[in-house]
């Protein structure tokens, strides 16, 4: 609140571990924290509040009915942590107007590469924490480790041209999964465009922005530090605790098929409209 700066991920990928770990020591809500990071100077700072599970979401400590405190997902969308927060007796929603609401995004053939790359190299896609809810018996519901991800980038980024256009569909078909289990951390489905869209999730209901500087990933650590000079916040380096700064993704094209590069174009057509992205 002090710096008016509000940060919203609800697509993961994007250096959002980074950037959240790098903001927490300014985050000064006293009412509302992420479940997974504890933040100093709050009544919710143990990781099992109150008794309620360490992995639990949504209102505690109600006194006379009137929810007190908040705890989020950290890949809340914004138009669903307004509609929650707005429930809190000392939240004043509508301030957030006025403050400077980020999010990033990332190209859309460089974002799908990297969710293969975590997800579905083996024959069955691995379906992390986002998909628990997922009801499809064939869910292999395991997280892999950053040492197996890394272990799968270094072999495919030996080779080039080995991203097909077989690939992209069983990614796309994850993606698919994944909003019908109402999982979060991955872009919303646009009926409108029958695609994907990282967007569309920074949306309310009449499909208004609630993000009024969006950084590309692309220009990560620089564009994260104007938006810091821009509330008043000392230039700070991003940890990226994901190896997002991995060097061989940024080559991405290079193991694009023409196949594979098609089938990402047509079903990330809305973002590459609205973020101006190419191949």
Known sequence: HRYKLAFFCPVGNCGTSSIQKTLLPYHDDPFIKNKYEPNFRHFLNDPSPFGLPRDYEGFVAKIEENPQGLIVSKHISPYYFREQASQLEFFNVQELDSYVSVAVTRNPWDWVLAVFLKNCTTKKCFYDEALQACRDPECIKYSPSAGEVGGRRRQFFATENNFTEKDV???????????????????????????????????????????????????????????????????????????NKNKSQKKYSKHYTEGARKAVEEAFAADCEEFDYSF
């Open 169 to 243: 569909r069983k990614t796309l078909s994850y993606l698919h999964k994944a909003y019908k289990a109402n999982a979060i951390e991955y872009p919303s489905w646009n009926s409108e465009k029958e695609g994907f869209s990282q967007g569309i999730s920074y949306k309310d209901a009449d499909h208004y922005s609630l993000i009024n500087h969006f950084i590309k990933f692309e220009n990560l650590s620089e564009s994260f530090n104007q938006v810091l000079e821009r509330v008043g916040i000392p230039p700070l380096p991003l940890s990226h605790d994901q190896n």
